[in-house]
């Protein structure tokens, strides 16, 4: 089973990987992309980006652990895309046994078998789990930690410790947004050891431990940073909006509406309901009830009007679904009416559902796939028409622009008039990108002042120093 699974999971997982990055999520696989490349010319532990000057153009974000572990087979094969969609599938195998491991030590063997199939089957989770982000970093991790804590909890002892607490440092590292998973983790903890689990000094051995290294992490990317996207999103977004977006009928429409039309299905979703109704009635599965809580405050919390585009947010909610339906047919093959056992009805229905969630799933996000070829045509004109080193400005907020361009610059956001044009220009920027007759640059004004490289229905290249 093991072996089956495994295989179905890693070659699903294999199509598409060198696709091009101008896919559905563009912008954060450009940026992840990115930074491998900026790494090889200048290393740093710190995100570096492309668009807001010159380099090194330092980014408050998470740890860059994909970029890292990716930066060595770039530097012998020259190619990042392919290279780093395989070592997400790596981060997304490791979610997919910590899962299946964790489902057996909660619920039994047959339990986690069922929630690895629909973990490897669901469309959105295939596209997720290849797709060059931190989230597949995330999921591995977070997976490593809630098992080993799990295990520590019910064994004790020092390697589960270390291991509990390695996992912990590397999923807060790779995402901050896995300290809304610490309602769960206190769940566990009370549920296993009571109030005195509050005052385990090993547990806050192991508390402080992670959170004490990745507090000086963000600390210094926030001090070094020119871009300071996390606190920026924190002080603008997301605090200011929370308690009206989690108090708000839309933000929990668009929610259900998100999970149904593409993240879960809408039979994967009422299944998951329905499990979720069910399992605090049940000692074992309450923990996945305060799971999906704490996912539904990280969403209420990062669901500002500026991120409702995210749909990635949501994958952090496949692991406990997959669990939940795991448990839910676990449960439901033991039903007996009298004599007569349910157990092969359960499993025809299973199958059912396993279908369904698979058709309704590749409905709705089949078109992830598809590949935009715009920035790929604009690339390969800007660098054909201009030198490696040039610093360039473009009217496109896609990173993916600037990524297959293999140049650096700026994204011009606002309208650019004369006056703009020329501070560019003083600044150092050498061409200017213009992808669109109709946006916020007028061209016709443009024209008497810089010299024109390119002019094409797709792009047209002025030329400033």
């Known amino acids: 089973m093991w072996i089956i699974l495994i295989a179905l999971f890693c070659t699903l997982r294999l199509y598409g990987i060198a696709n091009p990055l101008s896919e559905h999520a563009s912008w954060r696989q450009a940026d992840t992309a990115s930074m491998v490349v900026n790494m090889a010319e200048n290393f740093s532990i710190f995100p570096q980006l492309d668009y807001d000057g010159p380099p090194p153009n330092f980014a408050e974000l998470e740890f860059p652990l994909l970029p890292i572990l990716t930066l060595p087979f770039f530097k012998l094969f020259g190619t990042v895309v392919p290279i780093a ?147 920026s999103l924190i002080s603008l977004h997301m605090l200011p909006n929370f308690s009206q977006t989690i108090s708000s009928l839309e933000f929990w429409k668009f929610l259900f509406s998100r999970l149904g039309d593409r993240v879960l299905t809408w039979t994967g979703l ?44 949501q994958l952090m909610l496949v692991p406990p679904f997959s669990l939940a339906l795991g448990w839910l047919f676990k449960e439901l093959s033991r039903l007996k009416i009298r004599k007569y056992e349910l157990k092969n009805w359960v499993f025809g229905l299973l199958i059912l559902v396993g279908v369904l969630i698979v058709v309704e799933g590749l409905s709705a996000t089949g078109k992830f796939w598809n590949i935009d070829p715009l920035p790929l045509k604009i690339g390969e004109r800007i660098r054909l028409l201009t030198a490696k080193d040039s610093l360039i400005a473009i009217d496109q907020s896609n990173p993916v622009y600037l990524f297959y361009s293999e140049r650096k610059g700026f994204r011009i956001l606002t309208e650019l008039t004369p006056d703009t044009a020329q501070k560019l220009k003083e600044a150092g920027v050498q061409f200017l990108a213009v992808t669109t007759r109709e946006g916020k640059i007028k061209v016709p004004e443009l024209k008497g002042l810089f010299p024109v490289l390119e002019e094409s229905p797709i792009l047209t290249l002025f030329k400033l120093n």
């Not at 009571?194 to 600390?219: E, N």
């Open 85 to 231: 969609r395989g070592i997400a599938i790596l981060f997304s195998l490791m979610s997919l046994i910590f899962l299946v491991l964790l489902a057996q030590l909660k619920f039994g063997e047959k339990a986690g078998f069922i929630a690895g199939f629909i973990y490897a089957l669901l469309p959105f989770n295939i596209f997720y789990n290849r797709a060059v982000l931190p989230e597949p970093v995330l999921l591995g991790m977070s997976m490593g930690s809630l098992y080993f804590f799990s295990l520590y909890l019910e064994r004790g002892g020092k390697k589960y410790w270390v291991l509990s607490t390695v996992f912990l440092l590397l999923s807060i590292l790779s995402k901050p947004s896995f300290l809304f998973l610490g309602l769960l983790f206190l769940f566990l903890l009370l549920e296993k050891k009571g109030i005195r689990g509050l005052v385990d000094w090993k547990i806050w051995s192991m508390a402080l431990s992670a959170l004490v290294p990745s507090f000086l992490y963000f600390w210094a990317s926030h001090s070094l940073a020119e871009s300071r996207f996390l606190t």
């Open 270 to 313: 009422a299944l998951f309901l329905l499990s979720l109704v069910l399992s605090p009635f049940f000692k074992k599965s309450r923990f996945l009830f305060l799971w999906t809580l704490s996912l539904s405050i990280f969403f209420a919390f990062s669901t500002a009007p500026v991120l409702y585009q995210h749909d990635y947010y």
